[in-house]
């Protein structure tokens, strides 16, 4: 079955523009998140949803982020005015349900580059 | 607060020998705990978890992972290794208190040299 999609893969874009990133979930997971992973980090969470709505967007860095999720199914994260320190690539991930014991299934990620 | 330390940023091991990655983990409630590993250009692939039960969890590849309440800690083992098996591997936790997110190790490169 078809994994978790994330497009694009790769995204270059000019300081103080927009971006959207998007993410197909695994169908029926009802749990979405998504992470940003520098250069020689870990991945840090940016924002949850369960169903349709944020139940957690405490790692949503500045009010430049912002995360939907209208039908419950695919996700889109949007950046405002981007800048060079954006750059990092962006994870998504699913899971069947929102529970602590179930595992999260990653996309293979947007590298985002803003120069 | 909740965190997770990888003390080792790459370890190194010959085709064959066991191997061991170490992780340990702090949470305020009790943990959920995971094994993820990545690949270069490739997203992060789920290898096992802890959840309750036996201290030993046996996950893919033949990778497998003792839970160690004392020491807080979940370390990542093998008996053999691979030269396939190099790449990034991530411990990760989830906290019964507040699950709503993982957190992530700062992750170590495996390097198993034929």
């Known amino acids: 079955g078809a994994g978790v999609s994330q497009t694009p893969s790769n995204k270059v874009t000019e300081k103080g523009k927009y971006v959207e990133l998007r993410c197909d979930p695994i169908?029926?997971?009802?749990?979405l998140y998504w992470y940003r992973q520098s250069l020689g980090q870990g991945p840090e969470f940016l924002i949850y949803f369960q169903g349709t709505g944020a139940a957690d967007d405490s790692g949503l860095p500045n009010d430049r982020f912002f995360a939907v999720r209208p039908e419950g199914s695919v996700s889109t994260l949007k950046i405002q005015r981007t800048e060079r320190g954006d750059s990092a690539v962006y994870l998504c991930?699913?899971?069947?349900?929102?529970?602590?014991?179930?595992?999260?299934?990653f996309g293979q990620g947007t590298r985002l580059t803003v120069v | 607060a909740q965190s997770v330390a990888q003390p080792e940023d790459q370890v190194n091991v010959a085709e064959g020998n066991p191997l061991t990655v170490k992780c340990t983990y702090s949470?305020?409630?009790?943990?959920?705990l995971f094994w993820y590993v990545q690949y270069p250009n490739r997203g992060l692939q789920f290898l096992l978890k802890y959840i309750t039960g036996d201290n030993l969890v046996k996950g893919s590849y033949g990778f497998e992972a003792e839970f160690n309440k004392s020491q807080t800690s979940f370390h990542l083992k093998k008996p053999s290794a691979l030269v396939s098996d190099s790449a990034l591997y991530f411990c990760a936790v989830r906290d019964t208190a507040n699950f709503n997110k993982f957190y992530f190790g700062s992750g170590t490169k495996l390097n198993v040299k034929p």
């Open positions: 169908s029926g997971h009802t749990a």
């Open positions: 991930a699913s899971s069947l349900r929102g529970t602590g014991d179930t595992e999260a299934f």
């Open positions: 949470v305020s409630g009790n943990p959920y």
